[in-house]
C-alpha cells in the first residue's frame, strides 16, 4: 500500500503548494483488511462445503446442498451487516472503537458466544408462528420452505442494510417463513392463511412500538442522570478553565479558592445553571454558535479572572469527585446488568441453569469487585485533564459493554441463520422432518465467521446510522444507550413482553438525543417504515423463491 506522507516531511511531493493525496488501489486504504476478509470467508465456505457432504452423505442432492449452504451463508453474512452492525454503531459512533478494532471484537467475542452458547439443538419451526403440521411428511417441500425462508430474509436485509435501515433479523426470518409456507400450502393444498398464528403477527406488531419506547425511556432517564449527575461539573469545569478560553490562565493553580467563597462569587450562578452542556467527554466543548456550550463560554466570560479561577476549581473538584464517587456504583450496577443478561440469556443456551440464590451470590461479588476496581482506576485518572478522563472513563465502560453485547448477539441472533439451515441438513440428511435438529459445531463456526465478515463488508452505512446519523455519540452517550437497551431486553424476557432488542437499541439512542436535544427524527421516519414492511418484504421474497424452487426440483 503506498505511504502517506506527513505534514512537514522532506519528500513529499508538492503539487500547488500542497501535498499530493495519497493514492490507493481499487480496494482502498484498506485494501488487506478486504482481501483477508474475503479471503477466510471463501475458504470458510469451501470447507464447510467440503465438511457438508461429507456429514449429509453420498445420496444427497448435491444442486440442493450447494443452495441451502449458499443460502445459509447469505443470511449469517446479512445478519452480521445489519444487527450486529447496529450493536457495534453506538461504539464506532462514540469514537471508543475504530471500524477495525470492532471487527476483532466482533471477531472474537461475536464467535464465541455462536460457538459457546449458539445452542447444541435449535427448533425447526421458529416461534410457533407458522402451523406446518401438514408438511411434517413431505421432507422436501419442508426443506424448501426453509432455504426460501432464508434467502427472502437475507435479501431483505441486504437491501435495508444498503440504505442504512437497522432493522429485525427475527422479523426479516419470521416473515421468510411465512411467505413460503402459505405459498407452499396454498400450492399443495394442505393450507393456507389459516397456517398463519395471527396472535404472534400481533405481538410483533406491537413490538413496533413498545421496544423502541421502553429503551427510549430507560435511556432518557439513565443518560439524564448521568448528564446531571457526572458530566455537568467537567463541562463547567472546561468552559471555565483555560483550554479554548483563557490561555494564560493555568488549571493547575494551586491557590485554589475555597468551594464556598466560588460558589458566591458574583455572576457565578449565571455559569451553573447551565448544565444542559455537558458534552464534557469530547475533545472540545461544543462552541458553535448558539450552542449550549457557546452560552455557558459568554456567560463565564462575564466573571472577572479571579471570578473565573475560583469558580473553576470547585468544578474541577466536583468533576473528579463525580468520577471518584458516582461512576463506580454506575459502573456495578452495569455489570450487574450485563452479567445477568449473559447469565439468563447467552449462557442458559449451553445447559447451564443458575439458580436465583446462587446468582445472586455471583452478581453481589461481581458488582463489589467492579466498583473497587473502578473506583481504583478513576483515582488514577487525576492525573488527566478533565475532558479526558471523563472521556477514558466512559470509553472503558463502553468496551466492555460492547464486549458483552457481542457475546450475547452471537449467542442469540445467530439462530436466525442456524435454526432453518439446520431444519435443512438435518432433511438431507436423514429424509424425514424432526422437531428438533442437532447443530454441528462446524455450523456455528462457518456461520459465525460468515457473520463477521458481513459486518466488514455491508455493515458501516447502518453504523453509521445508528453511531452518528440518529444523534451525535459520545462514550457517556453510547455507553448509556448500551446499558439501557441491555436492562430492557432482560427485563422484557423476565415480563415476557414483545420485544425486539434491534428495536430497543435503536429506542435507546433516540431517548439520549431527547436528553440532547438532538435526535434525528426525520431519519427515523424511513427507519420505522422499514420495520413495517420488514416481515412482509421477506415475506413475499420467500414466497417467490419457494415457487422457483418448486418449479425447478420437483417439474
Not at 447467552?346 to 446462587?358: A, C, I, S
Not at 485533564?385 to 452471537?410: D, E, K, N, P, Y
Request: charged share 15%; glycine share 10%; aromatic share 8%.
Amino acid at each position: 500500500m503506498p505511504r502517506t506522507h506527513e505534514p512537514g516531511s522532506s519528500d513529499r511531493p508538492a503539487v500547488s503548494g500542497r501535498a499530493a493525496p495519497a493514492q490507493y488501489g481499487a480496494l482502498g486504504p484498506d485494501r488487506n483488511w478486504h482481501l483477508g476478509a474475503g479471503l477466510i470467508l471463501v475458504a470458510t465456505a469451501v470447507a464447510f462445503t467440503i465438511w457438508a457432504f461429507t456429514h449429509t452423505g453420498t445420496g444427497v442432492n448435491s444442486f440442493i446442498l450447494i443452495l441451502a449452504i449458499a443460502f445459509g451463508l447469505f443470511m449469517a453474512f446479512n445478519i452480521g451487516g445489519n444487527d450486529v452492525a447496529n450493536s457495534f454503531g453506538t461504539s464506532v459512533g462514540a469514537g471508543t472503537l475504530t471500524m477495525k478494532q470492532a471487527l476483532v471484537v466482533a471477531a472474537v467475542f461475536e464467535v464465541s458466544g455462536a460457538v459457546l452458547a449458539g445452542g447444541s439443538v435449535t427448533e425447526t419451526v421458529r416461534s410457533g408462528i407458522v402451523d406446518l403440521g401438514g408438511l411434517q411428511s413431505d421432507a422436501p417441500a419442508f426443506a424448501y420452505i426453509m432455504m426460501s425462508a432464508l434467502l427472502g430474509a437475507a435479501v431483505w436485509l441486504l437491501l435495508a442494510t444498503r440504505m442504512g435501515w437497522p432493522v429485525s433479523t427475527t422479523h426479516a426470518i419470521i416473515g421468510g417463513i411465512v411467505g413460503a409456507a402459505v405459498t407452499t400450502g396454498l400450492v399443495t393444498g394442505t393450507g393456507g392463511l389459516a397456517m398463519v398464528q395471527w396472535g404472534e403477527i400481533g405481538q410483533i406488531a406491537v413490538s413496533w412500538v413498545l421496544s423502541p419506547l421502553l429503551g427510549g425511556i430507560a435511556a432518557y432517564l439513565l443518560f439524564g442522570a448521568i448528564k446531571r449527575r457526572i458530566l455537568a461539573p467537567a463541562a463547567r469545569a472546561i468552559a471555565l478553565g483555560s483550554r479554548g478560553f483563557d490561555e494564560d490562565d493555568d488549571e493547575d493553580d494551586d491557590n485554589d479558592a475555597s468551594e464556598d467563597e466560588s460558589r458566591h462569587v458574583p455572576g457565578y450562578e449565571r455559569v451553573t445553571e447551565l448544565q444542559q452542556s455537558a458534552f464534557a467527554e469530547s475533545a472540545e466543548l461544543d462552541r458553535r454558535p448558539g450552542s449550549p456550550g457557546a452560552e455557558l463560554v459568554e456567560q463565564a466570560g462575564q466573571l472577572s479572572k479571579k471570578e473565573r479561577k475560583a469558580a473553576r476549581n470547585v468544578e474541577r473538584k466536583a468533576a473528579y469527585h463525580a468520577l471518584e464517587k458516582r461512576v463506580p456504583p454506575l459502573a456495578a450496577g452495569a455489570a450487574v446488568v450485563i452479567a445477568a443478561m449473559l447469565m439468563f440469556k447467552g449462557l442458559g443456551n449451553v445447559g447451564l441453569e443458575f439458580t436465583l440464590w446462587r446468582a445472586g451470590v455471583m452478581l453481589i461479588m461481581l458488582a463489589v469487585g467492579v466498583w473497587m476496581a473502578t473506583t481504583v482506576f478513576a483515582r488514577a485518572l487525576r492525573k488527566q485533564t478533565i475532558s479526558r478522563a471523563t472521556f477514558i472513563m466512559f470509553s472503558w465502560l463502553q468496551v466492555f459493554t460492547a464486549c458483552a453485547f457481542a457475546f450475547s448477539h452471537g449467542a442469540n441472533d445467530i439462530a436466525n441463520a442456524v435454526g432453518p439451515f439446520a431444519a435443512v441438513l438435518d432433511v438431507l440428511r436423514t429424509g424425514t422432518v424432526s422437531q428438533e435438529a442437532a447443530v454441528p459445531m462446524a455450523v456455528l463456526i462457518a456461520f459465525g465467521v460468515a457473520l463477521i465478515a458481513g459486518l466488514w463488508f455491508v455493515g458501516r452505512k447502518v453504523i453509521h446510522t445508528v453511531g452518528t446519523g440518529l444523534t451525535s455519540m459520545h462514550p457517556s452517550s453510547g455507553f448509556a444507550a448500551e446499558l439501557a437497551a441491555a436492562a430492557t431486553v432482560l427485563l422484557a424476557s423476565v415480563l415476557g413482553l414483545p420485544v425486539s432488542s434491534t428495536h430497543i437499541l435503536i429506542g435507546a439512542v433516540l431517548g439520549v438525543g431527547i436528553v440532547n436535544r438532538a435526535a434525528n427524527w426525520k431519519l427515523m421516519r424511513p427507519i420505522f417504515l422499514a420495520w413495517i414492511i420488514t416481515l412482509p418484504a421477506a415475506a413475499g421474497i420467500g414466497a417467490v423463491t419457494v415457487l422457483l424452487l418448486r418449479a425447478l426440483f420437483l417439474a
